[in-house]
């Protein structure tokens, strides 16, 4: 007995741990999972916003994911808003999204020198995860944290366009250029 006492320790643990992974699977997937094109949970989240579901229909997606705490996002501020002035049009939607509450990114906000002039979507775990999820990138890694801040994705028609994680003048380069070619 007391050599089989270890065997069923570790039988134990593993489908703990399976069961888990399991659980979280389903809780993951649970927010898109009736899905029927990329862009529907974003536009779900838009509809239940009332001062967006105007825009839910918007032909085109710019998604800004970031944090008050995540210092490149900061920097890439100044540059995200004048992709807004220049290239804002009717069926062109420029959204920032962040998990954290609105109170405290309006206080940050007050404090900035620049004003961030994209449409915000506040408290979006979900919605942050999900985007994740759809990186094109088969290198890295798809779990329930997010991969970095900051990530700006472009949505067209349903498909991903542009994914692209982390700041520098190049990737705001490769940003514009990908608007452009829209």
């Not at 309006?106 to 506040?122: C, G, N, S, T, V």
Request: glycine fraction near 4%.
């Amino acid at each position: 007995m007391k050599n089989k006492l270890p065997i069923i320790l570790i039988a134990i643990f593993v489908a703990i741990l399976i069961g888990n992974n399991a659980i979280t699977n389903w809780k993951q997937t649970a927010f898109y999972r009736n899905a029927t094109s990329v862009d529907e949970p974003i536009r779900k989240v838009l509809s239940d916003t009332p001062s967006l579901a105007d825009e839910k229909n918007a032909k085109v997606l710019i998604i800004n994911l970031w944090a008050t705490w995540c210092g490149p996002c900061q920097h890439e501020i100044p540059e995200l808003n004048k992709l807004v002035d220049k290239y804002e049009q009717d069926n062109m939607l420029f959204l920032s999204i962040t998990a954290e509450e609105q109170s405290k990114v309006e206080k940050w906000m007050a404090l900035q020198k620049e004003e961030f002039i994209y449409f915000p979507l506040y408290e979006q775990n979900a919605l942050i995860q999900y985007l994740f999820q759809i990186n094109p990138d088969s290198s890295i890694k798809k779990g329930r944290k997010p991969q970095g801040y900051p990530a700006n994705i472009i949505i067209k028609d349903g498909k991903v366009e542009y994914f692209h994680i982390g700041y520098s003048e190049e990737s705001m380069k490769a940003l514009e250029e990908a608007i452009k070619n829209l």
